[in-house]
């Protein structure tokens, strides 16, 4: 049974296409019942045929593997394998790199030392919490606090110095000498020191939530949205008939 014959047809830039808008509802073939499914992850290089063949020893049923998945564009919404996820890399960030080589434009969306690749943030305790630079930087920004409020045995970085005398500073850290970036875990709590309200840190600790965010740059971003891909969801092979059954009907209905 060919899917795609059953599709009505529209115009298109003065040409007859078919009309993938009318895409069939599988809910109203089946129940929205999680038995109704299996979970299925896509391995490197496979296609819908292969996952079709595989699943329901059928390739000419990899629409039926597209449509459960709402996929209506197998070239760019199907996982691609390695070296088709890199091409796509390199021609999405080519221009903003300013690389015109293949391997310096992936080169450059793994560099860690610059901010211009990063395409957000992502939390360390709940990847799905993700956050845009601008946020990333006011949120940095709203834990920096004075000295005042250090706590023994806590890892912080120093921002700003202040007033406060290198001998305060040398009780605090325990270093010999202190600056702006310097990173130190105190030795005791920072009230008390004089002048401390003048100097700022932003803490390092596990503990400090300015530390919760880390970022995500473009290789990452792309190859962790074509990992997620991988994750689909195949209809319950006992559905199959019914689907065929039923399809005609569905998709020319008006």
């Known amino acids: 049974m060919s899917f795609f014959k059953y599709y009505p047809t529209t115009q298109y830039a003065g040409y007859e296409v078919l009309d993938i808008t009318r895409k069939a509802k599988l809910s109203s073939l089946i129940a929205d019942n999680v038995m109704d499914y299996m979970n299925y992850t896509v391995a490197e290089g496979e296609r819908p045929e292969d996952v079709a063949f595989y699943y329901y020893d059928d ?15 197998p070239y760019s919404e199907w996982p691609m394998s390695q070296e088709n996820l890199e091409k796509h890399i390199v021609d999405k960030y080519k221009a903003q790199s300013g690389r015109q080589i293949s391997h310096e434009v ?4 793994k560099n860690e030392t610059i901010a211009s690749n990063i395409i957000d943030y992502k939390s360390q305790y709940d990847e799905e919490i993700r956050i845009n ?13 004075s000295v005042s409020k250090v706590k023994s ?13 290198a001998a305060d500073w040398r009780t605090l850290s325990g270093l010999s000498g202190v600056g702006t970036g310097t990173v130190f875990t105190a030795t005791r709590d920072g009230a008390g020191i004089l002048f401390a309200d003048t100097a700022t840190v932003t803490g390092e600790s596990a503990k400090s939530p300015a ?3 880390v ?3 473009a290789y990452d971003y792309e190859f962790d949205l074509n990992e997620q891909r991988r994750e689909i969801q195949l209809i319950n092979k006992g559905y199959v008939a019914k689907i065929k059954d039923q399809l005609e009907t569905i998709l020319t209905d008006v």
């Open 133 to 145: 630079r601008a946020s990333f930087v006011a949120y940095g920004d709203s834990h920096k606090h």
């Open 211 to 213: 530390r919760e965010f």
């Open 153 to 165: 045995g806590e890892t912080y970085t120093v921002n700003t110095t202040g007033d406060i005398s």
């Open 215 to 217: 970022a995500v740059r």
């Open 59 to 73: 390739p000419s049923l990899a629409w039926l593997v597209l449509m459960s998945n709402n996929i209506m564009d």
């Open 106 to 109: 992936l080169d450059w969306t």
